[in-house]
C-alpha cells in the first residue's frame, strides 16, 4: 500500500481548534499542506503580472537607454534607499512572527505582526512624499512634466515619459499589493491576540509570509531598475 | 433502461447500497442556500446558469451578424453597430462562454468526483471565482447595451487606446475581473490534483479529463495576469495619454501584440484542451475499451500546454516582426500539432475493435473528432508562412477558428454536457431528442463554416460588414447554416430543462461507466462519497467492468489484474 496518498498521518493528533479544519481534508496538516501550496500557486501568478511590466520595460529600455538613464537619474534614490532598508526590516520582522508562531509566544507575534505592518505603512508614507517631491521635480507627466528641460539635455521627452509612466506603473502595482498585505497583517495581528493561532496551526502567518517576502523581493528588482541605472552626483 | 450493457457485472452491484435521503440539491432550500454555497457542484449550477445565458446573448450577436451578411451591401445594420456587434460576439464567446465554460460547470462539478474528494481545495475561493465571473459579466454586459465597444475582442492598439470613442476602459475592466475568475479557478484545480487524490489515485490513474483540466489550470494561471497588466497599460494609456503603444511617442503597438498573444494564444488552448479532456472520457465509455495509450494523453496536455507558450507570434505574421522570428513561431506552431494528432490518432485507435454504441455523448463526441480535426490541419495551413499572407485576416481564418471553438470546444461540451446529466440532476435526457440535436448541430456547423474557407481563400476580408457582390451566394448558405446551428443550440435548452422535472430517473450510473464520480449516486450526497473511496486500477478498465475502482464495490481483484495505466 506504498501508494496510498500522503493523507494519512500516524502522529498523534492534536485537537485542531474549533472550526479551524474542513470536511474536505483529513486534518490540519493536510490542510495546511495545501493551503501553503495554494500561496506558492498563486505567487506564481503574480509573477506574471509583474513580469508584463518587466518585459514592456526591458523592450523600451533596449531602445532607449538614453532616455531612461536620463530620467532614472532624476528619481529620489535617498528615500528609495531608505523604504529599501525599511521594507527589508520588514521581512525581517515577518521571519520572526513567523518563528514566533511555531514557538507558540503570542505576545512576540502580536508584536511582531503589528511591526511588520506598520514598517509596511512607514513605507508606504515614504513613497507617497516621494511622489510628490517627484511632482515638484516636474516628473508626473500629464500633471508637472516640462519636455524643454529634456530636450536641452538632448533626450527625447516622449521616451522619458515611457520611462516614468513604468515608474509609476510598477511602484504602484507594488504599492498596491503592499496595502493589501498592511491589511492582512493587522488582520492577522487581531487573529493572533484572540489566540486563533497555536504552534500546530498558524498555516494563515506562514502563507501570509510568503506573500510578503514576494512583494519585499518585487522591490529589490523595481530598485535596481528604476533608481540605480544612471550614474548620479547626487541622491535626489 | 439503458440498452448498453457491460462485459460482465460484478456482483456486489445486484445490491446496491440503500439510497442515502439527502443529495446537494435538496440538502437545504431558499436564495441564500445557493449565493452563499461552498459546493463545488452548486457552484458548478450556478456557473451553468451564468454561462448558458452568456451563450445565448453572443449567439445574438452572431445572428445579427450573419443576417446582417446576407445581402452585400449590409443592410441590417450601420457599419458602426456592425463594429459593436462583431466585438460583442467575439468578447463574450472569448472571455465569457469559452474559456470559462467547460472548468467551471464541468470541471467544478467533476475534479473532486473524480478524484475521490469531497470539495476542492479551496470552497470560498471557488465561490469568490463565481461572484468575480457575474461582477465581469454584468458590466460586459452593461457596457453592450449601453452602446456598445468596437474594438474587436482583440482590442488592437493604437486604435483601442487612442481613436476608439467607445467603453473601451470599462470593457476591459470586465475582462481583468473575469480573468481573476479563471485565476482562482485553475489554482483550486492545481491545488485539488495534487493533494486531495483519493488514497491509492496515483498520477497515472487519474481520469484524462483531470489531466487536461490540470494543464489548462496551468495555461489559467500563467496566462491571465499578462493579459490583465497588458489591457490596464492600455487603460492607462487612455487616460493619461502617454504613448506606450503608440509610435508617435516612442511606444510599439507590437509590443501590445506580443503582450496579447502571449495570453490569447495558450487561452485557445484553455478552451480546447478540457473539451479534449471530455472526449476522452466519453469515446473509452462507448466503445467499451481501455483508452489507447493513456500516457501518450496525458502528457500530450501537458506537452500541448508547454508549446502553446511559445507560437503566440504566428497571428503576427504580417504585422512587421523579423524574419527569423518568423521562421522560428512558423516551425513552433507546427510543432504544436503532434500532440494535438497524437491525441486524435488515439481516440480513433480507441474506438478501434470496440463495441461503440450512438449515444448522444458519443454523437457529439465523434463530431468532435471530425471537426476538430479540419480546423487543426487547416491550422497548419495558416502557421505556413507563406499561405499565411494570403489568408490573413480574412474568413479563412474565421472558418479555421470556429472549426475548433465551435466545431471542437462547443461540441465537446454538448458532449460532456449530456454524458454527465444523469450525475448532475438524477434524470435522463430524452435520448432521441438529444440525438436528432447532435445531428441537426453538426449538419448546421458544417453549412455554417465550410462556405467560409472558401470565402476567405477568395478574399473576403474578416470584419467587414459588407461585401462584394460575388461573395453573396456562399455568404446566404452561411447564414442558412447559422439558423440549422441556432436549432440545434436551442433544443437541448429546451429538453434539458423539461428533463429536470420529466426526465427518467437516471439511477448511479446509466452508462456503466467506471470513473469514480459513477460510483457515488445520482444525484450526489453534500460530501460526494459516503465513504473515502480507494482506487485499485486505472480509470478506463472496460474489461473488468463497471465498479471495480472503489473498495467500496466489494469486488476483490487479482494483483495480476491490477494496471497501473
Same mark, same amino acid.
Given at each position: 500500500?506504498?501508494?496510498?496518498?500522503?493523507?494519512?498521518?500516524?502522529?498523534?493528533?492534536?485537537?485542531?481548534?474549533?472550526?479551524?479544519?474542513?470536511?474536505?481534508?483529513?486534518?490540519?496538516?493536510?490542510?495546511?499542506?495545501?493551503?501553503?501550496?495554494?500561496?506558492?500557486?498563486?505567487?506564481?501568478?503574480?509573477?506574471?503580472?509583474?513580469?508584463?511590466?518587466?518585459?514592456?520595460?526591458a523592450a523600451y529600455r533596449s531602445w532607449y537607454p538614453a532616455a531612461f538613464e536620463a530620467?532614472?537619474?532624476?528619481?529620489?534614490?535617498?528615500?528609495?534607499?531608505?523604504?529599501?532598508?525599511?521594507?527589508?526590516?520588514?521581512?525581517?520582522?515577518?521571519?520572526?512572527?513567523?518563528?514566533?508562531?511555531?514557538?507558540?509566544?503570542?505576545?512576540?507575534?502580536?508584536?511582531?505582526?503589528?511591526?511588520?505592518?506598520?514598517?509596511?505603512?512607514v513605507f508606504l508614507a515614504l513613497k507617497a512624499v516621494e511622489y510628490y517631491t517627484d511632482y515638484l521635480d516636474n516628473l508626473v507627466p500629464g500633471l508637472a512634466f516640462n519636455p524643454e528641460e529634456w530636450r536641452q539635455v538632448h533626450v527625447n521627452p516622449a521616451h522619458v515619459q515611457l520611462f516614468l509612466v513604468f515608474y509609476y506603473v510598477m511602484t504602484g502595482l507594488h504599492a498596491v499589493h503592499l496595502t493589501f498585505g498592511i491589511v492582512i497583517m493587522a488582520v492577522l495581528a487581531v487573529m493572533a491576540w484572540r489566540r486563533a493561532f497555536t504552534p500546530e496551526h498558524h498555516t494563515a502567518v506562514e502563507m501570509w509570509g510568503l506573500y510578503w517576502h514576494f512583494v519585499d523581493i518585487v522591490w529589490i528588482f523595481l530598485l535596481p531598475l528604476l533608481y540605480l541605472i544612471a550614474t548620479r552626483k547626487t541622491l535626489m | 433502461m439503458s440498452t448498453l450493457t457491460a462485459p460482465f457485472r460484478p456482483q456486489a452491484l445486484a445490491t446496491p447500497p440503500p439510497e442515502p435521503k439527502a443529495n446537494y440539491l435538496n440538502v437545504s432550500y431558499g436564495?441564500?442556500?445557493?449565493l452563499l454555497t461552498t459546493d463545488h457542484k452548486r457552484i458548478a449550477l450556478l456557473y451553468l446558469v451564468s454561462v448558458t445565458l452568456m451563450f445565448f446573448v453572443g449567439g445574438a450577436a452572431a445572428t445579427l451578424i450573419r443576417v446582417n451578411l446576407l445581402t452585400p451591401a449590409g443592410s441590417l445594420v450601420t457599419a458602426d453597430t456592425y463594429n459593436k456587434l462583431f466585438s460583442a460576439h467575439g468578447i463574450i464567446m472569448v472571455f465569457f462562454f469559452l474559456v470559462p465554460v467547460v472548468p467551471t460547470v464541468l470541471g467544478n462539478f467533476l475534479l473532486p468526483m473524480m478524484i475521490?474528494?469531497?470539495?476542492l481545495a479551496f470552497p470560498r475561493l471557488n465561490l469568490l471565482s463565481w461572484y468575480a465571473y457575474m461582477a465581469g459579466a454584468t458590466l460586459i454586459l452593461w457596457v453592450i447595451f449601453s452602446g456598445g465597444v468596437d474594438t474587436g475582442w482583440t482590442f488592437y492598439t493604437p486604435f483601442s487606446s487612442k481613436s476608439s470613442h467607445a467603453s473601451v476602459i470599462p470593457a476591459m475592466l470586465a475582462i481583468v475581473i473575469g480573468g481573476f475568475s479563471g485565476i482562482f479557478t485553475g489554482l483550486n484545480f492545481v491545488v485539488t490534483v495534487h493533494r486531495l487524490r483519493a488514497p491509492g489515485l496515483t498520477w497515472f490513474?487519474?481520469?484524462?479529463?483531470?489531466? &487536461?483540466?490540470? @494543464?489548462?489550470? %496551468?495555461?489559467? !494561471?500563467?496566462?491571465t495576469p499578462v493579459l490583465a497588466m497588458t489591457l490596464i497599460l492600455v487603460a492607462v494609456e487612455r487616460v493619461w495619454g502617454i504613448g506606450i503603444f503608440d509610435p508617435a511617442l516612442g511606444g510599439d503597438p507590437l509590443l501590445f501584440q506580443?503582450?496579447?498573444?502571449?495570453? &490569447?494564444?495558450? @487561452?485557445?488552448? %484553455?478552451?480546447? !484542451?478540457?473539451?479534449m479532456g471530455i472526449v476522452s472520457e466519453i469515446i473509452p465509455c462507448f466503445s467499451r475499451k481501455n483508452i489507447f495509450g493513456y500516457k501518450f494523453v496525458a502528457f500530450a496536455s501537458i506537452g500541448i500546454a508547454v508549446l502553446g507558450f511559445l507560437v503566440w507570434a504566428h497571428h503576427m505574421f504580417v504585422a512587421g516582426q523579423s524574419r527569423f522570428a518568423a521562421m522560428i513561431f512558423s516551425f513552433l506552431s507546427y510543432l504544436v500539432a503532434v500532440p494535438s494528432a497524437i491525441k486524435v490518432f488515439n481516440w480513433t485507435a480507441t474506438l478501434y475493435k470496440g463495441s461503440i454504441t450512438y449515444h448522444t455523448p458519443m454523437l457529439f463526441a465523434l463530431g468532435f473528432i471530425g471537426l476538430f480535426t479540419l480546423g487543426g490541419l487547416t491550422g497548419l495551413m495558416l502557421a505556413a508562412l507563406g499561405l499565411n499572407v494570403h489568408v490573413h485576416d480574412t474568413y479563412f481564418i474565421i472558418a479555421h477558428f470556429h472549426f475548433i471553438m465551435v466545431g471542437g470546444m462547443v461540441m465537446a461540451y454538448m458532449a460532456g454536457l449530456h454524458y454527465w446529466w444523469?450525475?448532475?440532476?438524477?434524470?435522463?435526457?430524452?435520448?432521441?431528442?438529444?440525438?436528432?440535436?447532435?445531428l441537426i448541430v453538426f449538419i448546421g456547423f458544417i453549412l455554417t463554416f465550410s462556405p467560409q474557407f472558401v470565402l476567405g481563400y477568395l478574399g473576403m476580408p474578416r470584419r467587414y460588414h459588407a461585401y462584394a457582390q460575388e461573395f453573396q451566394v456562399l455568404n446566404v448558405l452561411s447564414t442558412a447554416g447559422a439558423s440549422i446551428l441556432a436549432v440545434g443550440y436551442l433544443l437541448p435548452l429546451i429538453y434539458l430543462i423539461w428533463s429536470l422535472r420529466y426526465g427518467k430517473k437516471a439511477g448511479d450510473n446509466p452508462w456503466d461507466a467506471t470513473g469514480l464520480e459513477w460510483q457515488s449516486p445520482s444525484p450526489p450526497p453534500p460530501d460526494n462519497f459516503a465513504e473515502p473511496p480507494v482506487v485499485t486500477c486505472g480509470p478506463y478498465e472496460y474489461a473488468l467492468g463497471p465498479g471495480v475502482r472503489s473498495q467500496e464495490s466489494g469486488v476483490k481483484i487479482p494483483e495480476t489484474e491490477v494496471h497501473n495505466v
Amino acid at each position: 500500500m506504498s501508494e496510498i496518498a500522503n493523507t494519512s498521518s500516524q502522529s498523534a493528533q492534536v485537537a485542531p481548534p474549533p472550526g479551524s479544519l474542513w470536511h474536505h481534508f483529513e486534518n490540519l496538516e493536510h490542510q495546511n499542506e495545501a493551503t501553503t501550496l495554494g500561496m506558492w500557486v498563486f505567487l506564481a501568478t503574480e509573477l506574471l503580472i509583474f513580469g508584463a511590466l518587466f518585459a514592456g520595460y526591458a523592450a523600451y529600455r533596449s531602445w532607449y537607454p538614453a532616455a531612461f538613464e536620463a530620467a532614472s537619474g532624476r528619481l529620489n534614490l535617498l528615500i528609495g534607499g531608505i523604504n529599501t532598508v525599511v521594507l527589508l526590516t520588514s521581512s525581517l520582522t515577518m521571519v520572526l512572527a513567523v518563528r514566533a508562531a511555531q514557538l507558540g509566544s503570542l505576545r512576540a507575534l502580536v508584536t511582531l505582526l503589528i511591526l511588520t505592518s506598520l514598517l509596511g505603512t512607514v513605507f508606504l508614507a515614504l513613497k507617497a512624499v516621494e511622489y510628490y517631491t517627484d511632482y515638484l521635480d516636474n516628473l508626473v507627466p500629464g500633471l508637472a512634466f516640462n519636455p524643454e528641460e529634456w530636450r536641452q539635455v538632448h533626450v527625447n521627452p516622449a521616451h522619458v515619459q515611457l520611462f516614468l509612466v513604468f515608474y509609476y506603473v510598477m511602484t504602484g502595482l507594488h504599492a498596491v499589493h503592499l496595502t493589501f498585505g498592511i491589511v492582512i497583517m493587522a488582520v492577522l495581528a487581531v487573529m493572533a491576540w484572540r489566540r486563533a493561532f497555536t504552534p500546530e496551526h498558524h498555516t494563515a502567518v506562514e502563507m501570509w509570509g510568503l506573500y510578503w517576502h514576494f512583494v519585499d523581493i518585487v522591490w529589490i528588482f523595481l530598485l535596481p531598475l528604476l533608481y540605480l541605472i544612471a550614474t548620479r552626483k547626487t541622491l535626489m | 433502461m439503458s440498452t448498453l450493457t457491460a462485459p460482465f457485472r460484478p456482483q456486489a452491484l445486484a445490491t446496491p447500497p440503500p439510497e442515502p435521503k439527502a443529495n446537494y440539491l435538496n440538502v437545504s432550500y431558499g436564495v441564500k442556500s445557493w449565493l452563499l454555497t461552498t459546493d463545488h457542484k452548486r457552484i458548478a449550477l450556478l456557473y451553468l446558469v451564468s454561462v448558458t445565458l452568456m451563450f445565448f446573448v453572443g449567439g445574438a450577436a452572431a445572428t445579427l451578424i450573419r443576417v446582417n451578411l446576407l445581402t452585400p451591401a449590409g443592410s441590417l445594420v450601420t457599419a458602426d453597430t456592425y463594429n459593436k456587434l462583431f466585438s460583442a460576439h467575439g468578447i463574450i464567446m472569448v472571455f465569457f462562454f469559452l474559456v470559462p465554460v467547460v472548468p467551471t460547470v464541468l470541471g467544478n462539478f467533476l475534479l473532486p468526483m473524480m478524484i475521490g474528494a469531497r470539495d476542492l481545495a479551496f470552497p470560498r475561493l471557488n465561490l469568490l471565482s463565481w461572484y468575480a465571473y457575474m461582477a465581469g459579466a454584468t458590466l460586459i454586459l452593461w457596457v453592450i447595451f449601453s452602446g456598445g465597444v468596437d474594438t474587436g475582442w482583440t482590442f488592437y492598439t493604437p486604435f483601442s487606446s487612442k481613436s476608439s470613442h467607445a467603453s473601451v476602459i470599462p470593457a476591459m475592466l470586465a475582462i481583468v475581473i473575469g480573468g481573476f475568475s479563471g485565476i482562482f479557478t485553475g489554482l483550486n484545480f492545481v491545488v485539488t490534483v495534487h493533494r486531495l487524490r483519493a488514497p491509492g489515485l496515483t498520477w497515472f490513474r487519474l481520469p484524462l479529463f483531470v489531466w &487536461s483540466l490540470y @494543464a489548462t489550470s %496551468i495555461i489559467l !494561471l500563467l496566462a491571465t495576469p499578462v493579459l490583465a497588466m497588458t489591457l490596464i497599460l492600455v487603460a492607462v494609456e487612455r487616460v493619461w495619454g502617454i504613448g506606450i503603444f503608440d509610435p508617435a511617442l516612442g511606444g510599439d503597438p507590437l509590443l501590445f501584440q506580443h503582450l496579447f498573444w502571449f495570453y &490569447s494564444h495558450p @487561452a485557445v488552448y %484553455i478552451m480546447i !484542451l478540457p473539451g479534449m479532456g471530455i472526449v476522452s472520457e466519453i469515446i473509452p465509455c462507448f466503445s467499451r475499451k481501455n483508452i489507447f495509450g493513456y500516457k501518450f494523453v496525458a502528457f500530450a496536455s501537458i506537452g500541448i500546454a508547454v508549446l502553446g507558450f511559445l507560437v503566440w507570434a504566428h497571428h503576427m505574421f504580417v504585422a512587421g516582426q523579423s524574419r527569423f522570428a518568423a521562421m522560428i513561431f512558423s516551425f513552433l506552431s507546427y510543432l504544436v500539432a503532434v500532440p494535438s494528432a497524437i491525441k486524435v490518432f488515439n481516440w480513433t485507435a480507441t474506438l478501434y475493435k470496440g463495441s461503440i454504441t450512438y449515444h448522444t455523448p458519443m454523437l457529439f463526441a465523434l463530431g468532435f473528432i471530425g471537426l476538430f480535426t479540419l480546423g487543426g490541419l487547416t491550422g497548419l495551413m495558416l502557421a505556413a508562412l507563406g499561405l499565411n499572407v494570403h489568408v490573413h485576416d480574412t474568413y479563412f481564418i474565421i472558418a479555421h477558428f470556429h472549426f475548433i471553438m465551435v466545431g471542437g470546444m462547443v461540441m465537446a461540451y454538448m458532449a460532456g454536457l449530456h454524458y454527465w446529466w444523469p450525475k448532475i440532476t438524477g434524470r435522463l435526457y430524452p435520448e432521441g431528442w438529444g440525438r436528432l440535436a447532435a445531428l441537426i448541430v453538426f449538419i448546421g456547423f458544417i453549412l455554417t463554416f465550410s462556405p467560409q474557407f472558401v470565402l476567405g481563400y477568395l478574399g473576403m476580408p474578416r470584419r467587414y460588414h459588407a461585401y462584394a457582390q460575388e461573395f453573396q451566394v456562399l455568404n446566404v448558405l452561411s447564414t442558412a447554416g447559422a439558423s440549422i446551428l441556432a436549432v440545434g443550440y436551442l433544443l437541448p435548452l429546451i429538453y434539458l430543462i423539461w428533463s429536470l422535472r420529466y426526465g427518467k430517473k437516471a439511477g448511479d450510473n446509466p452508462w456503466d461507466a467506471t470513473g469514480l464520480e459513477w460510483q457515488s449516486p445520482s444525484p450526489p450526497p453534500p460530501d460526494n462519497f459516503a465513504e473515502p473511496p480507494v482506487v485499485t486500477c486505472g480509470p478506463y478498465e472496460y474489461a473488468l467492468g463497471p465498479g471495480v475502482r472503489s473498495q467500496e464495490s466489494g469486488v476483490k481483484i487479482p494483483e495480476t489484474e491490477v494496471h497501473n495505466v
